[in-house]
């Protein structure tokens, strides 16, 4: 059984900083693609920020260079450390893995994303 938990979220002021993580258990996590999501109330969930199983990334336009996405492969975790964060960076946060292994996901779509965590809050005050 595939499983994912998020941690880290909170509330933080604009400019402050944020590192989620992400366990995963029940499948091989080092050959699949891995991402965040966010969603905000009554908006889709976007992806923000995708890993895939060769290192490559891909970051939506309004986290790239504030956000960086990485894993720890022993550890089976995937991390989204937030720089510089912003009130329209609120919302709820999902890790995700692709639905098998080695398959390209750098488009952020959520249908190339078969298992997700339950998500972690995250809220920006200015």
């Known amino acids: 059984q595939v499983q994912l938990a998020e941690s880290g979220g909170g509330s933080v002021h604009a400019g402050g900083s944020l590192k989620l993580s992400c366990v995963v258990s029940g499948l091989a996590f080092a050959e699949y693609c891995l991402g965040w999501f966010r969603q905000v109330p009554g908006m889709e969930r976007e992806g923000i920020a995708v890993l895939h199983h060769d290192g490559r990334t891909s970051y939506s336009a309004s986290v790239k260079g504030r956000f960086t996405i990485s894993k720890d492969n022993v550890k089976q975790s995937l991390y989204l450390q937030m720089d510089a964060l912003n009130p329209e960076d609120t919302g709820m946060y999902y890790c995700?893995?692709?639905?098998?292994?080695?398959?390209?996901?750098?488009?952020?779509?959520?249908?190339?994303?078969?298992?997700w965590g339950r998500g972690t809050q995250v809220t920006v005050s200015s």
């Open positions: 995700a893995a692709g639905r098998d292994p080695y398959v390209d996901c750098l488009w952020r779509r959520e249908r190339d994303f078969a298992y």
